[in-house]
């Protein structure tokens, strides 16, 4: 896996190490320094460039902390999706077992209906019942699918 260098993710953290090394050396040569002010003067900007390194440092830790917190909120909302795609997928698959189902009911019924065996009473009393359940069946998965995408089939 590919990891990119920290001064390219974060050009802040670079910057302020290198105005940190800056403001070192420069507090360095005011400790060498033999005229006074002169010392006085590089030091007190040795501390400036110290004081601008913090500046950068604390705004590539605000950067991480913009940038975490964003990918934890997409995270949140793919979680999310993903749960109501699963939902759906769900409903999906058990409105088409309920159309699987009607249909075979019906060839079993229309199977009984041609047999002489059978009263023809009895198979259109079957496939009243039949249509009844399949109704109810609809009007289930319908209600969860409005449920889940506010709108009807």
């Known amino acids: 896996m590919y990891s990119f260098p920290k001064n390219r993710l974060f050009p802040y953290s670079a910057l302020s190490s290198a105005h940190s090394e800056m403001g070192n050396k420069l ?20 501390r400036t460039w110290h004081t601008l390194a913090d500046l950068d440092q604390a705004q590539a830790i605000s950067e991480c902390v913009i940038l975490s ?11 999310s999706a993903k749960e109501t795609l699963q939902q759906r997928t ?43 359940v399949t109704l109810l069946t609809y ?15």
């Not at 507090?27 to 040795?46: C, F, S, W, Y």
């Open 90 to 132: 769900a409903v999906l698959e058990e409105y088409q077992a309920a159309v699987k189902s009607a249909i075979s009911k019906r060839r079993h019924i229309e199977r009984l209906k041609a047999s002489a065996n059978i009263r023809p009473e009895r198979v259109d009393e079957a496939l009243e019942d039949l249509e009844e």
């Open 69 to 79: 917190d964003s990918l934890g909120y997409q995270g949140l909302n793919a979680r």
């Open 27 to 46: 507090v360095n040569v005011a400790t060498t320094e033999t005229h006074p002010p002169i010392a006085n003067a590089m030091r007190k900007l040795g």
């Open 139 to 153: 009007i289930k998965v319908n209600s969860r699918l409005k449920h889940f995408s506010g709108e009807q089939i």
